[in-house]
């Protein structure tokens, strides 16, 4: 888009004006207007490209002239153009986004409804404002319409953006952008384009559909925090997403015939029923006429019949029962050949029922012929779908957001097999790995009491379920750190795992890295020389080993390391609150004291069976002493 053409947004804006972005040309049908109307597919779809472009990064104008493009607007509307499907896809937002495109890069936050009211449409846009994400959307559906209303931020100040898929009276060359300044605006806009008549609500005589279309429903959807598909994996989930959705149309129009059918049924049922009743009254009425004729046509009826006619007198009895009824209906014609017919029981029973088809035949046979072609209809019906439930992806349930689930999203844990969709599997996932858990369990299982062992995530599972780069180093070290130790050597700077048994039974610690030989205590992380001194933490045997080096000695009263420069083997401890005198030669405590009586004392008691001076000492003071005294 040109910088003309955002300055003019801006101003429009500032001014508290609409700015309509719109190309000639490009909406939900075809070129030459045609075609079935997919305003779901296009909302849905501008939806996913605006929210992605958020989550990469643009933001304020640089998103605007993103959105605005004659290529972007080409993306949202070329899903309308692949969808070939006859089915009106104008309803059922649950079941578009519920498409493999959709449902891999939205979320829906919650849902609303309500009459399609400027005050509802107000609260609907200002709980819209209140998400705390920088771009978030709204799908409404109100029927036959569905748009998509943008809330995103330029200038530091929220602004609200409705796409309309539709041509309309302020863009009647295609689908269009309008950018509204404030949330009153849309508001406005919105409750002008969804206007209903309110005698919709009130009068008693329409159907309850008819009163929905002074309702709408929204659905507030949010980017995945996942990174964009590649461009052919994107076109491949948009094949398949329409597969899907086609396959769903199919069914939802057969589960359609389904129904009309079996009313079909239950209403040829019942005609058949009123038929069947009617037969068996007419048989009855037939048998009684037919048993009742047998029973007078007796042979004692007939003589005296015979001798009445003789005598040439006649009773009322006899002349009643002489002549067989005036035939006034086909059963009375039935009747009269069965009084002037003798024949045996059986000749009787077949010529009554042929007699019988012949006049009730025609609409048992049109009943029984309708049946049959219900059965075969439904039966092939039926066939088509079994057929086509087999050939739709495979479902199942979510063990954590209970939501059924295309098989393609299936990811199921090790060990208990409890099956989760991948997006409630990779939360759960990162959620543990904030908190440096390992083994991370089955969140089914982890909630059973008295079960068997729980499932974990494993390797393979975290690595198939989209972890960043930074997430499966957390995940690689905490699965070492299972069974391993993590070594940092302070000399090659390079860190290495090793056998955390191996690591625990050790008390010194060599660098396993090839061509560094640093070794290290494990205790008090100090070097040690190969082949030099036996180690110890405090220093003693370090210690130990070069007072026995120098031979020097330890006070005996409080272990202080001494040596002797010159002078005599009289030592005194200068460790405060010591106070020992020792003999340098022999070790031994001479007195611990500070008085100097007492400490003459005790030189002299011990020097008396020790040598004061060393040889060279004395020596050296005697040569002194001779100095002095010449």
Known sequence: MAEDSLGAIEKALQGGEEYVVTFTGRSQYSSDGGGVSACGLAALNCTRLVLQHDQQGLRGLELLREITKRETFEDILSICTNWANTAHLLVDVDDISNAPIFAMSLTCMWTDYGKSGLQQLQD???RLQQTERTAAALVITRPPEIISVFKTVINNGPIFMTFDSHPRQKHPDGAALIIHPSLEAAASYLSDLLRFDPALLTDPTLHWQAQLLAHYSAHMFVAKDVPPAPADLTNTLIEASLTVLALKAEVADLNGKIKTLESDNKHLAEDNAQLEARVEDLEEDVQRRVW???????????????????????????????????????????????????????????????????????????????????????????????????????????????????????????????????????????????????????????????????????????????????????????????????????????????????????????????????????????????????????????????????????????????????????????????????????????????????????????????????????????????????
């Open 292 to 630: 009742r004729a047998r029973f007078l046509d007796t042979p004692q009826t007939n003589a005296n019949r015979a001798s009445t006619d003789t005598d040439g007198s006649s009773s009322t009895l006899a002349s009643s029962h002489s002549e067989p009824p005036v035939a006034s209906s086909s059963k009375t014609k039935i009747i009269s050949t069965i009084l002037d017919t003798e024949e045996d029981d059986e000749s009787f029973a077949t010529r009554i029922q042929l007699e019988w088809q012949e006049q009730v035949e025609p609409g048992v046979m049109l009943a029984y012929q309708r049946q049959r072609e219900f059965e075969e209809e439904d039966r092939q019906l039926r066939a088509q779908f079994d057929t086509l439930r087999q050939t739709m992806p495979a479902t199942f349930q979510c063990g954590i957001c209970l939501e059924e689930e295309l098989e393609d999203t299936l990811a199921r844990m090790n060990g208990c097999g409890h099956s989760f969709c991948r997006s409630c599997a990779l939360s759960y996932l990162r959620s543990k790995l904030e908190e440096h858990r390992f083994p991370i369990p089955c969140p089914i299982c982890s909630t059973e009491q008295g079960g068997a062992d729980p499932g974990i995530i494993d390797e393979f599972l975290a690595q198939n379920l989209g972890l960043t780069e930074a997430e499966y180093a957390v995940f690689t070290e905490l699965q070492l750190a299972a069974f391993s130790v993590q070594l940092q050597c302070r000399k090659c700077r390079k860190s290495a795992y090793v056998d955390r048994e191996e690591y625990d039974a050790e008390e010194t610690i060599a660098c396993p890295l090839p061509g560094c030989n640093y070794v290290w205590c494990k205790a008090c992380s100090r070097e040690i020389e190969v082949g030099g001194l036996p180690h110890s933490c405090d220093g003693t045997s370090e210690l130990n080993h070069l007072m026995e080096e120098q031979g020097w000695k330890h006070c005996p009263g409080c272990r202080t390391p001494t040596s002797k420069i010159e002078g005599c083997n009289h030592m005194t401890c200068i460790s405060p609150g010591c106070n020992t005198h020792f003999c340098y030669r022999c070790g031994e405590i001479i007195v611990q004291s500070v008085i100097r009586n007492e400490i003459r004392r005790a030189l002299s008691n011990h020097y008396s069976r020790c040598h004061m001076l060393d040889d060279t000492v004395a020596i050296h003071a005697g040569s002194y002493m001779r100095k002095e005294l010449s």
């Open 124 to 126: 609907l846009l200002t």
